[in-house]
């Protein structure tokens, strides 16, 4: 069985980056039927866990995804982990170092003076004396002293590592007796029977690390998939300032979870040139070997684009639904369908929609200065009088075609061009020249708010 994970640190969010990766473990544990566990790494700060994992669920939550089991605290393990560094003790694969804060700076400098890596010399490995008073030793894993260390992964390839140039004897246990962070996360790996790990490839360097534990350990080592980081345009790691990072703040910009998951799971992985994946489909296609080796660029008019496309495609229903949370309340609404008809394809999230709609719905308090310069001119409000007079007189107005039809009656009666009635008429209903059609405005508003809005601009702008 697949057993994947999402191992965040507690920051108190979820940011985007972490999500691409919660998404990518939770689709290839969905689709092989296996488990997706939500695991905490709050070894050094966890004082807000709680909360940061509530935030987790939260986002998931609205995104429709889900974790398996119970939420796992790495600061809860203290126990599970100390057992097995007493093992490693036991067993001779690990050691007590009793060098002191001095003498591991006075090396580091002597190898720093030779042009030499900074390391650990190794010189309790094999200490049979007795030790120095009076200092509370670390404990070190035996890591193998030279040799290549293979991870084979599922994006890379196999990357070798030459043990002399990345290993030496790491600590696994401070002074204090706290574990380490390269210790827990592998003892976490194996004994939540995580056999698949995919997550950024800034810990492609922690891996040869953990997989010397696993080893000491006889466990198991897991299929690794290390994922390409998401860079901004400029080609550097995605910073706070190009974009939102908490995911949550995507909800209030009006992003559906469709689609913020289309362009996350685009981000870093492709299947042909689809672009359009539904929940479904992207746990059809989703494997981590396909995932690409390169960085991948946060586009955020590609999110624009893919948002537009999932409005556009929605069920009026969920859209009214959806709208609510940006104080637009349709429920009663007698023309709600073509009101959304009308808009879905012009808003690029439902929180733009939602203002377009109310822009719309309410009057024009201010009559854009260029667009009354271009459209009330010469002859245009007598235009807008007959425009009235002839509305008036019509019975039966509902859908937009109905007002349409005023609409053309009046331009074949005065001999006009559209533009003529369609310019001032749009200020005079929105206050500007922008705006969905005019029939469809008119049918929403309904005759007697088109007629006070038709006398309004008239009045505040003779
Ligand atoms: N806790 C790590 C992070 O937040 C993830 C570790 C892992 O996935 O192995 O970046």
Known sequence: MVVTRFAPSPTGYLHIGGLRTALLCYLWARKNEGKFILRIEDTD???????AAEAIVQAFKWLGLSHDGEIEYQSQRTNIYKRYIQKLLDEGKAYHCYMSKDELTALREEQMAKKERTMYDGRYRDFTGTPPEGVEPVVRIKAPLEGTITVKDGVKG??????????????????DGSPTYNFVVAIDDALMGINVVIRGDDHLSNTPKQMIVYEALGFDIPQFNHVPMIHNKEGKKLSKRDGATDVMAYKEMGYTPEALL???????????????????????HFDPKDINRSASIYNAEKLDWLSAHYIKNMSNTKLAELLEDFGLVLSSHDKREILLDSFKDRAKTLKEMAELISEVLTSPVVYEEKAVVKGFKGDAFEILEAFAEKLKSSENLHLPVDYHHVMEELVAEKEIGFG?????????????????????????????ETLSRIESAIKANS
């Open 45 to 51: 700060q966890s004082r807000n866990s709680v909360e």
């Open 158 to 175: 196999d990357v070798v590592f030459d043990v002399k140039d990345i290993l030496d004897d790491f600590i696994i246990a401070r002074a």
């Open 262 to 284: 289309n362009f996350l799971v685009r981000l870093g992985w492709s299947h042909g040139d689809q672009e359009i994946f539904s929940m479904e489909e992207m746990m059809e």
């Open 420 to 448: 003529k009635i369609g310019q001032p008429l749009r200020i005079a209903l929105m206050g500007k020249l922008s705006g969905p059609g005019l029939d469809a405005v008119m049918s929403i508003i309904g005759k007697e």
